[in-house]
């Protein structure tokens, strides 16, 4: 029912109720809970609840978790956090004692959202589940969905795409499973899960999809305007490191904006999307706008000199 936040984590960035004049802006950090008794519960369902504190939004576009004090992202402490919380949108941060080391306890931690700050432009489908792993695939897939098969598109120019496990609603990305390349949960190709791609002796999930439409006739252009795509780094070192601190201090590149809220992530050359190279990136930079992208060589199939990482572009969402 847990998992160590060491494995690869794809973080997604959600659009939602980002204003039309880029407006948003971070609540204040929030500490509702400490782990002097079994756990440091910083969730969200208490929090709608008011119990111990309350949400500073309605629909938050983003989170961040954090310890307190020290302030180190919650994702490089090394503890175990409950599966449908770490560090989660929906679920907030729980972290559970007796699910830590030998001789050790959570640490306390705060979180904080990101919340809009004017009319939004854009809202969440209903979720999608057009198909089931009972055959040789679960395809959740754009194409199907176009041509009414099993379903239908809820809008013709959707801006961004969400997808989970039917039932748990843990992230796809966060289940270990491997996805058709094109269609790892990506805008273009949705979601497509075949069976005797998985491990032996198992089988794809059942998922579910969904897309963010936007209303009217606004589009991401209309919340603001994407940047030259930024390469900083190669991976002849230690790793590529498209972080957003080197860019902030002006390190072999410079950001293109003050607040961004977006982030697009890809390989130089082949133009193939991060989340969809199957390489494994640092927790917390794994083409996410508070740290960009951070690839470690070591970190790679095969260990220190087997296989290194490729070399990576990103490129910010200002706003107007």
Not at 3 to 17: A, H, Q
Request: charged share 20%; aromatic share 8%; glycine share 12%.
């Amino acid at each position: 029912m847990y998992m160590y936040v060491g494995v690869f984590v794809l973080f997604i960035l959600s659009l939602e109720n980002i204003s039309a004049s880029g407006a948003a802006s971070w609540s204040s950090w929030i500490d509702r809970d400490n782990p002097s008794g079994n756990e440091d519960s910083e969730d969200r369902e208490n929090l709608e609840k008011g119990l111990g504190g309350g949400m500073p939004c309605q629909n938050p576009a983003e989170i961040e978790c954090r310890t307190v004090g020290t302030h180190i992202p919650a994702l490089e402490t090394g503890q175990v956090f409950r599966k449908d919380a770490v560090c989660s949108l929906e679920g907030g941060l729980v972290c559970v004692n007796n699910e830590q080391r030998p001789g050790s306890q959570c640490l306390d931690y705060e979180i904080r959202f990101l919340c809009s700050m004017a009319t939004p432009t854009a809202s969440w489908s209903s979720w999608i589940d057009r198909d089931d792993p009972s055959g040789t695939a679960d395809k959740e897939d754009r194409e199907s969905l176009e041509k009414g098969l099993g379903g239908g598109m809820p809008c013709q120019n959707p801006v961004d795409i969400d997808c989970r496990k039917v039932g748990t609603h843990i992230h796809a990305l966060r289940t270990g499973q491997v996805f058709k390349k094109g269609a790892v949960c990506s805008l273009e190709g949705g979601l497509v899960c075949v069976n005797n791609e998985q491990r032996p002796g198992s089988h794809c999930l059942d998922y579910e999809i969904r897309f963010l439409c936007p209303m009217a006739t606004s589009t991401a252009s209309s919340v603001g305007s994407w940047s030259s795509w930024i390469d900083r780094d190669d991976a002849s070192g230690s790793g590529d490191w498209e972080d957003r601190w080197s860019l902030e201090n002006g390190m072999g590149g410079g950001m293109p904006c003050k607040n961004p809220i977006g982030i697009e992530c890809r390989t130089v050359g082949s133009h193939t999307p991060a989340s969809e190279t199957h390489q494994v990136f640092m927790p917390g930079a794994e083409c996410s706008l508070a740290r960009g992208l951070m690839c470690q060589n070591s970190d790679q199939r095969g260990g220190a000199g087997g296989f290194w990482c490729l070399d990576y572009e990103v490129r910010y969402l200002c706003p107007k």
